[in-house]
């Protein structure tokens, strides 16, 4: 399980799951309830399996020099990838709404990789042994949510 560690967070695929089918069902709300939540459940499931593996590279990458290159990889050519594969899965099992899905999909990895690194980089929702506990995440996230912000402020 040690070595699994090194490639997979449970945290990042649990987490982006979650916040991942549930936008992408109301992106198609105008579709049938079957096909909004088949996209929903298939959004949940690839992306749970995807986020693992990613949040795992940003894990990874935290701390990596330059930082520019790391930025680049996590927030530019894993969203490529991933969507790319995204794309091919819905359009092999074609559930609806998937183009307003995926659009939606797109821009939250856009924002959801360069949140996931920073807060990464401040000891959050790591996987290993130095992470807290997955609720401990959540208690700490306001303190670090708001320390961001005021050095976003001060650039």
């Known amino acids: ?49 995807l986020a693992g593996a990613t949040g795992a590279l940003a894990e990874r990458l935290r701390f990596h ?29 074609n559930p609806g709404g998937r183009r307003a899905g995926i659009l939606v999909s797109w821009l939250q990895s856009a924002l959801s990789m360069g949140t996931q690194w920073l807060m990464m980089r401040r000891g959050l929702f790591l996987a290993g042994e130095r992470g807290h506990p997955y609720w401990r995440d959540f208690l700490l996230l306001p303190g670090v949510v708001l320390e961001i912000w005021r050095r976003l402020r001060e650039r």
């Open 65 to 93: 020099q330059p930082r520019w290159r790391a930025a680049l990889v996590l927030m530019a050519c894993v969203p490529v990838a991933v969507h790319l594969l995204e794309w091919m899965v819905h359009e092999t099992l």
């Open 1 to 49: 399980m040690r070595g699994m560690r090194r490639f997979w967070n449970w945290k990042t695929a649990l987490n982006s799951g979650l916040y991942r089918g549930i936008p992408f069902a109301a992106a198609s709300w105008q579709k049938e309830a079957s096909e909004m939540a088949a996209g929903a459940v298939m959004q949940f499931l690839l992306f749970a399996a």
